[in-house]
């Protein structure tokens, strides 16, 4: 290639669109993660329900929450996303498990939401080795 023609070519918009693709996720992931931890931080009588038959105590309710709010901010912070999502990965599978095995029910949706921040790991892996000081 000449010099003109490095010059003169558009440059590439490689990754655009995966990143715009990954904020999507993210947000939505966030708002889906975000309003869960609001309803059990406020007592919404589903979740303490839900808790209830967990058989864990309350505490572990306000614990959830806190867990999934913050989850749902690192989500949004972008030097966080990809640690935030991993984390999240986590406590899915830990709700998908308790849904199958403690309370009975299909985890369908914590499988959706697993993927979902599974795809934000992997996308956003090089700020998870960046958070963790790996090259």
């Known amino acids: 290639m000449s010099t003109t023609e490095s010059i003169t070519a558009a440059p590439k918009k490689t990754g655009r669109g995966k990143n715009i ?3 999507v996720a993210q947000v939505l992931l966030a708002y889906q993660i975000g309003l869960g ?26 614990v959830v929450a806190v ?11 972008p030097r966080l996303t990809g640690v935030a999502a991993l984390g999240l990965v986590g406590l899915l599978v830990c709700a998908a498990g308790t849904n ?23 996308g956003r892996w090089s700020r ?3 958070f963790f000081g790996a090259k």
């Open 21 to 23: 693709a990954l904020w």
């Open 100 to 122: 199958a095995f403690v309370l009975g029910g299909p985890p369908i949706i914590e499988a959706v939401l697993i993927v979902i921040a599974g795809l934000v790991v992997w």
């Open 37 to 62: 931890g609001v309803l059990k931080l406020i007592g919404d009588p589903t979740m303490v329900g839900m808790f209830e038959a967990i058989g864990a105590g309350q505490w572990f309710r306000y």
């Open 67 to 77: 867990i999934e709010i913050a989850g749902a901010i690192g989500l949004l912070v």
């Open 128 to 130: 998870v080795k960046a």
